[in-house]
Nanobody, 122 residues
Framework: QVQLVESGGGLVQAGGSLRLSCAAS????????MGWYRQAPGKQRELVAV???????NYADSVKGRFTISRDNAKNTVYLQMNSLKPEDTAVYYC????????????????WGQGTQVTVSS
């Protein structure tokens, strides 16, 4: 089974920066896309940013110009550089990956990390 391990969350003041990392491991054949979602208490989980195998990226309007997603294909790792953080960015951030695996058969599936807390104080 594929595992996604996240790191880099923490507490920062408004205007500060954080860099999140997510490394995928397991019987990975290929990764089509990787991305970040976030969920604040009482709110729906939302897409923050995604990057596909060709390098194309998409961002939520609320983070455009402040966040940058990148990917190291050799390490099966995705990063999220978060600058100019705002209190409304406070949430649990989840790594997501669209992965083709080698098990009993070759299967394409969607995987999630356990989440990392990002807290931005005013």
């Amino acid at each position: 089974q594929v595992q996604l391990v996240e790191s880099g969350g923490g507490l920062v003041q408004a205007g500060g920066s954080l860099r999140l990392s997510c490394a995928a491991s397991g019987s990975i054949f290929s990764i089509n896309g990787m991305g970040w979602y976030r969920q604040a208490p009482g709110k729906q989980r939302e897409l923050v940013a995604v990057i596909i195998s060709g390098g194309r990226t998409n961002y939520a309007d609320s983070v455009k110009g402040r966040f940058t997603i990148s990917r190291d294909n050799a390490k099966n790792t995705v990063y999220l550089q978060m600058n100019s953080l705002k209190p409304e960015d406070t949430a649990v951030y989840y790594c997501n990956a669209d992965i083709t695996i080698l098990k009993n058969a070759i299967t394409r599936n969607d995987y999630w990390g356990q989440g990392t807390q990002v807290t931005v104080s005013s």
